[in-house]
């Protein structure tokens, strides 16, 4: 249980076009997804706390107008990065939490390799 | 704030050579504590956890030990394999229900 997917694993895509990354949690409802970015020397950062039915939010530094973030329904999460640039190129994961918490464990995705040319 | 540190990478080990992957943590209250394992192209996968003090996890081989008094969740491996080729990350859950990661570490096992 509690598989999270990622949708497209990879992408490559022009620069100035927009790119939506789905994450779908499975096999249970996340009200509460998270969406990282891992940089090439393997750290994660954090980017966003994805709220079902309210506003996402954004940690310091992200631009949410650039990164737009939308949880339409208990299992699915949309990041969305706008006018993409090069070095927006990077790899995305997203993450979720069981309801109510669990234990405080994350589960991820397979994450998104995106290439901005 | 809370904040994870592990040790530098990478970590060359032959194969059944034994390992260790220190980290420490600083944070308030009593924080769940995890290792998580990415290995290469994929996203990150729940390798072993521990929810209190003197707690042990353990899962495929590796182990960590929850221990409070020198806030430490170091893993553990007796005999490495090539399979175990991986990042490595340690994070805790603490009090603000968000998960703090460290920076990763590389280990790489040769024959």
């Known amino acids: 249980g509690a598989v999270v997917s990622q949708h497209p694993s990879r992408v490559i895509c022009k620069s100035g076009t927009s790119v939506k990354i789905e994450c779908r949690s499975l096999d249970f409802q996340a009200t509460t997804m998270f969406w990282y970015r891992q940089f090439p020397k393997q750290s994660l950062m954090l980017m966003a706390t994805?709220?079902?039915?309210?506003?996402?939010?954004?940690e310091q530094g992200v631009e949410k107008d650039k990164f737009l973030i939308n949880h339409a329904s208990l299992t699915l999460s949309t990041l969305t990065v706008t006018s993409a640039h090069p070095e927006d190129s990077s790899f995305y994961i997203c993450?979720?939490?069981?309801?109510?918490?669990?234990?405080?464990?994350?589960?991820f995705g397979e994450g998104s390799r995106l290439t901005v040319l | 704030g809370d904040s994870v540190t592990q040790m530098e990478g990478p970590v060359t080990l032959s194969e059944e050579a034994f390992l260790t992957i220190n980290c420490t943590y600083t944070?308030?209250?009593?924080?769940?504590l995890f290792w998580y394992v990415q290995y290469p192209g994929e996203g990150l996968q729940l390798l072993l956890k521990?929810?209190?003090?003197?707690d042990k996890g353990s899962n495929k081989g590796f182990e960590a030990t929850y221990r409070k008094e020198t806030t430490s969740f170091h893993l553990e491996k007796g005999s490495v394999q090539v399979s175990d080729s991986a990042v490595y990350f340690c994070a805790l859950s603490g009090t603000a229900s968000k998960l703090t990661f460290g920076t990763g570490t590389r280990l790489q096992v040769t024959l």
């Open positions: 993450s979720a939490r069981l309801p109510g918490g669990g234990t405080g464990e994350l589960f």
């Open positions: 944070a308030t209250g009593y924080p769940s």
């Open positions: 521990a929810t209190k003090a003197d």
């Open positions: 994805s709220n079902e039915g309210s506003k996402a939010t954004y």
